[in-house]
């Protein structure tokens, strides 16, 4: 089993940058994959971008491409989201997610762990 715990939300003004945590723990492994997802008011979650523990390798939503990075530190299991240049359209609950295979992927039935999510909110 695998605990995953986000943390770095808040509330921030339009044009700020934020850098989100999840850290792990349990049964982790280097051959994780970890995602993180949002979930607007009124919208579906979606995905923001993920990387492979062991490679480093990433993937990140096409519309979110040059405004944010994910990173990994893999000696204290956890799982950084900067994100820069704000707008209101980014507020969301933010999710960790774990998957148990070393492949990124955008889907959100790929993963099998979840986090409880950190809210972001961006005022004008």
């Known amino acids: 089993q695998v605990q995953l715990v986000e943390s770095g939300g808040g509330l921030v003004q339009a044009g700020a940058s934020l850098r989100l945590s999840c850290a792990a723990s349990?049964?982790?492994?280097?051959?994780?994959?970890m995602g993180w997802f949002r979930q607007a008011p009124g919208k579906e979650r979606e995905f923001v971008a993920s990387?492979?523990?062991?490679?480093?390798?990433?993937l990140v939503a096409d519309s979110l491409k040059g405004r944010l990075t994910i990173s990994r530190d893999n000696a204290k299991n956890v799982v950084y989201l900067q994100m820069n240049t704000l707008t209101p359209e980014d507020t969301a609950v933010y999710y960790c997610?774990?998957?148990?295979?070393?492949?990124?992927?955008?889907?959100?039935?790929?993963?099998?762990?979840w986090g409880q999510g950190t809210q972001v909110t961006v005022s004008l």
């Open positions: 997610a774990g998957r148990s295979n070393s492949g990124n992927s955008p889907t959100e039935r790929d993963y099998d762990y």
């Open positions: 349990g049964r982790t492994s280097r051959w994780y994959t």
């Open positions: 990387i492979s523990w062991s490679r480093g390798s990433t």
